[in-house]
Every structure is written in C-alpha cells, then in structure tokens.
C-alpha cells in the first residue's frame, strides 16, 4: 500500500492469530444472494467496516482469548440492473478521483457527478425523516467450541442471522451513535478498557450497555433467524 496502511497495521497487530480453516467462498465483484430471508445482488463494500472488525477480532483474540472469525462485507442492491449501473458508476468515480482535475470537478459539481444521490447543500428534513438502513450479519460456525489453538473438522454446521435496523444513517443513527458512545464512557466508565489508549468501538464497549442505549435511539439489533443446524 502507497499509504503506508499496511506497514501501520502490522505494527499494531504484530501477533498472528490462527482463524478457521475453512474460509468464506470467494465472491466476484458482483454476485446474487440467495438466502432464504434475503434477495438480491451484492457488490464489495469498500468502507472501513471490515478493517475496524478485524482490529476488534486480534484485540479480542489476544486479550481475552477468544477465537477469531472470518468477515466480509458486502453493499446488497435490489436488481442486476441497479448493481450493474452502480458498479460502473463507482468504477468512473474511483478513476476519477486518481486526478486533481477530476477531483476538483467532482468536488465543485457533486450533484451533478452523483445523479442528484449528494448535493452539497445536503438532503432535506423530509428526505432523512424517510431514510432508514439495514444490516445484515449472516453467520456460520459450529455446535461444539474448541479452544483457539484447535481447529474444527469440516464445514460450519450452524447458522444464524442477525439484523441491525435504524434511522438515516447519516445524520440520525450517526449522531445516535455518538451520543450512545458517551452514555457509554459516562455511565459505565468501570466496563472500559483499563490503561486508556486508542480502541475501536467494539474492544471498548463490549461490557457496556451501548446496545440499550442505541436502542434508546431506534437503533435495534435483532434476531432474524436463530441458531440452528444447516
């Protein structure tokens, strides 16, 4: 990496931690999903979610013991046509985004760029009043626990889905995880990590009560279908 992120992150990862021995499917840049509570088709996600639960995943395994799991996030749209059309539009703005020229273009006429989806004057009360997001976290594992050092045989023989819902998520649910990440140092100031430093959200809140106080703010999380047998 040109940026110097790769060299940043093993220095504060510096330990290899053993994962599964079996790994996700690998997936093209665009692919169907065909799971019984879900539709549609995928494309990568390429925000910062999966390094940041990668981090929370080696503090976990270092620190508590626990065993690390493997993640890969995904942007589901409805139709191949509509992955098709976005696909291509952020293959345009990534290339674009490589040149000043282009750069400024794109930051001077957002709206024009984006098909009206970004203006710089923001949306409008009625447009974040009707705005709402899901998550979807599909997961796979096994019946039996073993220690981390043990590998399991097989594929995963367990299952469950799990779904995060709430308001627009980027001024309301933002702004609600803000405020329910200071509840958080507030009131369960003796659940932190002891020794102060710099943790990602899921490290430091762990044994908080930030899951009631985003609900507080309509910021659910909530089982869609239990653990059961494949």
Known sequence: MHDGLGKIRRAIMPEKIVKGAVKPPKRGNMWQINEKELDGWALPFMGSDKSIVNRSQYYDAVTNGKRPVYVETYLRVSSLLWAALLAGWLTIFALLCQFKFTRGILQKYPDLCSFNMFKKSGPSEQQIAEASFVYWFFGYGYA????????HDGK???????????????????????????????????????????????SAFAKTNIYSYLESFGIKFQVESPQSHI
Do not use: W
């Not at 309301?172 to 009131?187: K, P």
């Open 156 to 202: 995963p023989d367990q299952r469950m889905v799990v779904t995060c819902k709430g308001p627009d998520a980027g001024y309301m649910a933002t702004s609600a995880c803000v405020l329910s990440a200071a509840l958080a140092i507030i009131r369960d100031s003796q659940n932190l990590p002891h020794g102060g430093g710099v943790f990602t959200t899921a």
């Open 144 to 151: 039996n626990h073993k220690p981390m050092g043990e590998q």
